[in-house]
């Protein structure tokens, strides 16, 4: 949990939507604390650690931010982070260094950009839940229709679960 973590500069703070999904608001001071590291983002993946394939090859890893702003506030850290990159751990440099430089001028930009990653994130969710539960539809019902097409409780469908049961189900058997 990166709420209440140290070290932090506290004082105002940037206003960030909850539907962003972080146990507290940051610290404006904590964020620009980071968006005013001089260190270009090509900089950051050559000294940075060389923990993936995707490092090796010139992307910027967390771990190399993390380790580019050291004595920063871990939440505002991976807040920013996530700001440049949709749910993942390694985003490509040119794009990294693009949206640092934007959100240095604009605060606001960093909480609409921040905002709009989790937001794919929780789309992205959603959409393998809808994906998953008409597979699990389409496969129940191919199972009852396959071997016990029979069953009355395969017609009310989830409710035959209960009424008339599935220990019914051997009375119906192929």
């Known amino acids: 949990n990166l709420k209440g973590q140290e070290p932090t500069q506290g ?8 539907l962003c999904g972080y146990p507290e608001d940051l610290s404006r001071a904590d964020v620009e604390k980071i968006l005013k590291n001089p260190m270009k983002v090509e900089r950051m993946v050559t000294v940075g650690p060389k923990d993936s394939f995707w490092a090796e ?3 910027l890893r967390f771990v190399a931010f993390e380790a580019a702003n050291k004595g920063c506030n871990p939440l ?3 807040a920013v982070f996530d700001a440049l990159t949709t749910s993942t751990s390694t985003v490509e440099p040119d794009v990294a260094q693009e949206l640092l430089d934007e959100f240095r001028n604009d605060t606001e930009a960093f909480k609409k950009e921040l905002l709009l990653s989790k ?3 929780y789309a992205a969710i959603g959409l393998l839940l ?3 539960g008409i597979t699990a539809i389409v496969s129940g019902d191919a199972l009852a229709t ?3 097409p029979e069953w009355p409780g395969r017609n009310n469908m989830p409710m035959g679960i209960v009424d008339p049961g599935v220990w019914t189900i051997p009375n119906y058997w192929i």
């Open 57 to 59: 090859k010139g992307y």
């Open 76 to 78: 505002a850290l991976r």
């Open 119 to 121: 937001s794919k994130g």
């Open 130 to 132: 809808f994906l998953l």
């Open 146 to 148: 396959g071997w016990f």
């Open 11 to 18: 004082g105002e703070t940037i206003g960030l939507n909850p």
